[in-house]
């Protein structure tokens, strides 16, 4: 029903930068909110950022200023820039969408496989 293709994680050195970007496919009828989540071993998932089909965008205290997320409606995808890494930011990052599909009335969550970043000397 929903493909998602993740991409843009790697290993970095702290202080480096990465783009993450999230493609959704499928039987769409409308995208509502997107956001990126984290999960660190031994951690429960948390938000990163979000932002509304209108742009409003939030982000945890931890990544403010650093990190900027974007999303390009016309492609069905959203961006995660990430600057001034820090070793704490390395998780898997998965992306998140509110996802209308055609012939049905209302949205729901789906998730992205995950993409690990690393943030390490």
């Known amino acids: 029903q929903v493909q998602f293709v993740e991409s843009g994680g790697g290993l970095v050195q702290p202080g480096g930068s990465l783009r993450l970007s999230c493609a959704a496919s499928?039987?769409?009828?409308?995208?509502?909110?997107m956001g990126w989540y984290r999960q660190a071993p031994g951690k429960q998932r948390e938000l990163v950022a979000g932002i509304t089909s209108g742009g409003s965008t939030n982000y945890a205290d931890s990544v403010k200023g650093r990190f900027t997320i974007s999303r390009d409606n016309a492609k069905n995808t959203v961006y995660l820039q990430m600057n001034s890494l820090k070793p704490e930011d390395t998780a898997v990052y998965f992306c998140?969408?509110?996802?209308?599909?055609?012939?049905?009335?209302?949205?729901?969550?789906?998730w992205g496989q995950g993409t690990q970043v690393t943030v390490s000397s």
């Open positions: 998140n969408a509110e996802i209308r599909l055609t012939k049905t009335i209302r949205g729901r969550p789906y």
């Open positions: 499928g039987s769409i009828l409308s995208i509502y909110a």
